[in-house]
């Protein structure tokens, strides 16, 4: 089976342990999983799976360690129409801003010609204390949409 690259951004470590968690269901079902935390564009392939975990910070932004990604991908617009996506975000409903972050990687990934494959989850973690019960069910619809 395919390859797929987890790209996760995290600012406390949750968006961490979601990717490392959903990567292993997704090994478990036969995939090969490459995660990246926080890489640089050149890190990641111009093809393939991609499945990005992000948390958001502040005020709707990505979290620091995902910010030069989004930033390379305006900069040099790559042609990213090989590329099938997943998206999972993490943030809290009590913030009008809710989920910012995985919205805006996910409309400058799909500018950009990647497909989206599925819908993007979006997690509360004030209804979720551990985001990654939610993130399994999702992983595992979302490995039925691969197959």
């Not at 090969?32 to 992000?54: D, F, K, M, R």
């Not at 620091?64 to 990213?80: G, K, M, R, S, T």
């Not at 999972?88 to 409309?107: K, P, V």
Request: proline letters at 5%; hydrophobic letters at 40%; a negative charge.
């Amino acid at each position: 089976m395919s390859t797929i690259t987890l790209i996760s951004g995290s600012t406390l470590g949750s968006a961490e342990y979601v990717a490392e968690h959903v990567a292993e269901k997704l090994e478990e079902a036969g995939f090969s999983t490459q995660t990246l935390h926080g890489p640089e564009l050149y890190e990641v392939p111009a093809e393939g799976i991609w499945l990005v975990v992000c948390s958001t910070h502040g005020a709707g932004e990505l979290p620091d360690n995902l910010q030069p990604f989004l930033e390379q991908l305006e900069e040099q617009q790559p042609d990213l129409s090989k590329v099938q996506f997943g998206a999972l975000g993490l943030g809290s409903s009590e913030y009008d801003t809710f989920c910012g972050a995985i919205r805006s990687l996910d409309q400058k990934l799909t500018a950009l010609g990647a497909k989206r494959i599925g819908d993007r989850m979006e997690i509360d973690v004030t209804q979720h204390e551990i985001p990654e019960d939610p993130a399994e069910i999702w992983v595992i619809n979302w490995i039925n949409l691969l197959k």
